[in-house]
């Protein structure tokens, strides 16, 4: 006698709790999630072909305005402003307090250079010898004819 093989029971999953589950995640972390602050002075940086990126952490950014009024910002907190002759001192207590503090400087590419050559002294005289000059990445002409 012969064995009656028994039917398979299919498996139905309700996918509407996983579909539930997704939404509510997706609504938690756009509402926690934390945007940049809105910058003070925007600011239209130079061109360059340099693709480098500046890190997201530890980063004493300084940014100046086409007006030449400086700013600085370290992390999300937001901009402050400060001056050429206050710069030093901000520079050193930032880098005392975290010595793994790298410096990147925006500056509006209308600016006047007499404020960054100020920047720089500055750099100099606190022995921040490496920084960023951030601009922005532009197409190369040959990459925009093919």
Known sequence: MAAKKMKRVGIKMDMTPMVDVAFLL??????TSQFDPPQKVPIVLPDSHSN??????DVLVL???KDSRLFWQVGKNPQEETDIPNLETLVLEQRRKN????VAIKA????????MEDVMAVMQKTNTITFSLVTELVASKKSALH
């Open 26 to 31: 997706l609504i938690f972390f756009m509402s």
């Open 52 to 57: 480098l990126k500046v890190p997201e952490s």
């Open 63 to 65: 940014g100046i305005s």
């Open 99 to 102: 010595p793994r503090l790298r």
């Open 108 to 115: 509006d590419k209308e600016s006047q250079y007499g404020m």
